[in-house]
């Protein structure tokens, strides 16, 4: 069983920086890949970026790619998105969830979510 609680949230203006955690309770965060997904209103969940649980290699939807890092402390059991050059269609609100194994694209294919975090990107 694994908790994820997420943090970091807020309101902030376009071209503002946000960071997120996500805090993981339970055995072996290390094996477990983690993914962010957001959700605004009314759109299904999407893909953010994932983490591998073996070596840390990352992956990033293509319309937060380069502006957006995903980082892990494994000592911490806990998981960074760094989001830098925020823009109104950023607004949303962001999940952690994890996945024992290999990463997935697929929210479906997580086993473990947080409740989420309101991002909220003004104009």
């Known amino acids: 069983q694994v908790q994820l609680v997420e943090s970091g949230g807020g309101l902030v203006q376009a071209g503002d920086s946000l960071r997120l955690s996500c805090a993981a309770s339970g055995r072996a965060f290390s094996r477990y890949a983690m993914g962010w997904f957001r959700q605004a209103p009314g759109k299904e969940r999407e893909f953010v970026a994932a983490i591998t649980s073996s070596d840390g290699n990352t992956y990033y939807a293509d319309s937060v790619k380069g502006r957006f890092t995903s980082s892990k402390d494994n000592a911490k059991n806990t998981v960074y998105l760094q989001m830098n050059t925020l823009k109104p269609e950023d607004t949303a609100v962001y999940y952690c969830?994890?996945?024992?194994?290999?990463?997935?694209?697929?929210?479906?294919?997580?086993?473990?979510w947080g409740q989420g975090t309101q991002v909220t990107v003004s104009s």
């Open positions: 969830a994890a996945r024992y194994g290999s990463w997935s694209w697929n929210s479906y294919q997580y086993d473990y």
